[in-house]
């Protein structure tokens, strides 16, 4: 399975745009990029995910580069309840489990 | 209920005890997993079912862990001979296969100390 590499924490000022990173340089052809986040003493909660194309739902902005090795997830106005750790997450399409890494955590700020 | 559901959520036990933790996924789901997330670390995948096999049971850490699934629903993950090592968050998630896989839906999870 591919591998991911996140910063281990970000900060953002509330009403600003957060921008995570990712980088997925190994992802092979059939394998979609997910996210999820974890707010404090929570169980995960599924953020979105994608293949190829960029992806947008009520929550957040999946940017994925051209070249797939690399992603980017976008909170457009980030709120102090949106302060989780935020993991990004390889999934081959033939498998249904996901494996989850250390994750960056965004810590927003008044 | 809407939600992935976990009993205990708090379990405290002492060391050599067995234990048995409870996860109720939603109505439908087919998919059932269980992690766990031991404390300030990332979570660890332990075994996965689909219906009532498990295709993965790559990450139970020892013989010591088990986990079945009845009637495609209800699945019980069980710790024996409990260890201080043990003590973590016990997560399960469920999926539906029409979510086009890998949107989990995660319960709270059942907290367990070993003393």
């Known amino acids: 399975d591919a591998k991911t590499t996140q910063p281990p924490s970000m900060d953002c000022a509330e009403g600003r745009a957060a921008n995570l990173p990712c980088n997925h340089s190994t992802i092979s052809g059939n394998e979609y990029v997910y996210w999820y986040r974890q707010i404090h003493s929570q169980g995960p909660q599924y953020i979105i995910h994608g293949l190829k194309n960029n992806e947008t739902n009520e929550m957040a902005s999946l940017i994925i580069t051209e070249d797939r090795k690399s992603s980017t997830l976008i909170l457009p106005h980030a709120t102090l309840r949106d302060t989780a750790v935020y993991y990004c997450i390889v999934r081959p399409y033939n498998t249904d489990k996901l494996i989850f890494g250390t994750g960056t955590r965004l810590q927003v700020f008044p | 209920g809407a939600g992935v559901s976990q009993s205990p959520s708090n379990k405290v036990t002492e060391k050599g005890k067995d234990v048995e933790l409870r996860c109720d996924p939603i109505s439908g789901h087919t998919a059932l997993y269980w992690y766990r997330q031991s404390l300030g670390q990332g979570l660890e995948f332990l075994i996965y079912f689909q219906g009532n096999s498990a295709p993965d049971k790559s990450g139970l850490p020892s013989d010591r862990f088990s986990a079945e699934r009845t009637g495609g629903s209800v699945s019980t993950l069980t710790i024996q001979r409990t260890q201080q090592e043990d003590s973590a968050v016990y997560l399960c998630?469920?999926?539906?296969?029409?979510?086009?896989?890998?949107?989990?839906?995660f319960g709270e999870g059942s907290r367990l100390t070993v003393l």
């Open positions: 998630a469920s999926s539906s296969p029409g979510a086009g896989g890998g949107e989990l839906f």
